[in-house]
């Protein structure tokens, strides 16, 4: 297995409480909770369509006639 980064997450107790009641639903650990919920975000973000480019001026204003 590669080797897994480590870091120090600061949590709002609040939300705490709520991941581990999700992670245990689950049956996962808080930490498999969490990285689980990191990948499934990466994952949408990478499917998720481009946002449409604007055409060049598009925010300046017309002219009124």
Same mark, same amino acid.
């Given at each position: 297995?590669?080797? *897994?980064?480590?870091?120090? $997450?600061? !949590?709002?107790? %609040?939300?705490?409480?709520? $991941?581990?009641?999700? %992670?245990?639903?689950? $049956?996962?650990? !808080? ?5 689980? $919920?990191? =990948?499934? %975000? !990466? *994952? =949408? =973000? =990478? ?19």
């Amino acid at each position: 297995m590669a080797e *897994r980064k480590s870091f120090l $997450l600061r !949590v709002d107790p %609040a939300l705490w409480t709520e $991941l581990e009641a999700w %992670a245990q639903a689950e $049956l996962r650990s !808080v930490n498999g909770q969490i990285e689980y $919920l990191l =990948r499934e %975000a !990466v *994952r =949408r =973000r =990478r499917n998720a369509t481009p946002p449409p480019t604007e055409s060049p001026g598009a925010d300046t204003p017309k002219p009124s006639s």
